[in-house]
């Protein structure tokens, strides 16, 4: 996050996927040398898109709740978007770090949107009834990702 500041608007950065330990650096859960969770990052300057692939459970809970602690602190966005579609499982602790953002999106009058669920996490957040809390948007991506020329990656 701290590179991004130096990124000139509309310039991408990639986000390198690396186990953690490097400094700064939260992008990626593993176990084992196994991937379970990697989050890619775009902002526009008013709204932080975040992409999560892989496994969100008790490994990866926490690395993605300081990632979102970051961008709010560092870039205070208007909107942040989870973007879900490259996400295949959600357990009860990735959830939770979910509702914990939403909580402190919301306490700052700022909004949290989900997007892109898999079948298998928006089940979850049906079962869970965190679909009629979460502003989940489960059609065919429009903003972001579009506007990609529009966006600067956020480096970690």
Known sequence: MTQADRCPPGTLQSTPAQPPGGPAERPATYAGGTLLLSIGALSDGTTVELRLTGELDVSGADTLRRHI????VEHDPHRLLLDLSGLTFAD???LAAIVWAHKAMTARGRQL??????????RVLH???LHTRLHITESTPVGPRSAAGAHRRLAR
Do not use: A, F, K, N
């Open 69 to 72: 602690e970051d961008v709010i």
């Open 92 to 94: 009860s602790s990735g």
């Open 113 to 122: 949107r989900l997007q892109h669920p898999q079948g298998r996490v928006l």
């Open 127 to 129: 079962i869970t009834g």
